[in-house]
């Protein structure tokens, strides 16, 4: 249970971290035209960073509540490698192809990519996971997350009044 725990909570301050970043600086770096992130308002953004961090810290939640749950342990791996994805594309591949500092860059190769592989590595080894439930899980959650961000983007536009 501690381990668990503490996966939980290192995972939970990475991911903070990393989207306290973004929130102070995408929103305006996105505004410069880039092909990777269309231009956002930070009101949309931050709708949208907020909807994705509280969904993390949830299934944190029920990974520590619900040990026995195949589905909450898969989608919490799924997010930890997704998080790890993140940090090659879009981040460095902007940086690189832009020249210039893409915001959550070095957030996503300082925290996410060594707390989120040292938590997988570590369940890996215990034989919590599978070298398959990584790849797969991480391929859904990526998949679902990059479904759900333009998806939150727009209900925000569409909702002015909400937060």
Not at 84 to 95: D, E, G, M, R, T
Not at 98 to 111: D, E, H, I, N, Q
Not at 112 to 131: A, D, E, F, M
């Amino acid at each position: 249970m501690k381990g668990r725990r503490n996966d939980a909570l290192f995972f939970c301050l990475a991911l903070t971290v990393h989207n306290v970043e973004e929130a102070l600086w995408l929103p305006q770096w996105s505004q410069n035209g880039s092909s990777f992130q269309k231009p956002v308002t930070s009101i949309e953004f931050h709708f949208a960073l907020f909807i994705i961090t509280a969904l993390a810290y949830l299934l944190s939640f029920l990974y520590i509540r619900f040990p026995k749950s195949k589905i909450v342990k898969r989608a919490f791996i799924g997010f930890l490698g997704s998080m790890i994805f993140n940090a090659f594309f879009p981040h460095l591949l902007a940086a690189v192809s832009m020249k210039t500092y893409a915001p959550g860059l070095g957030t996503a190769f300082f925290l996410n990519i060594p707390i989120n592989t040292v938590i997988l590595y570590r369940l890996y080894k215990g034989k919590w996971i599978t070298l398959k439930e990584i790849l797969l899980a991480t391929l859904v959650v990526g998949i679902l997350l990059l479904i759900l961000i333009p998806f939150l983007f727009m209900l925000k536009g569409a909702l002015p009044h909400v937060v």
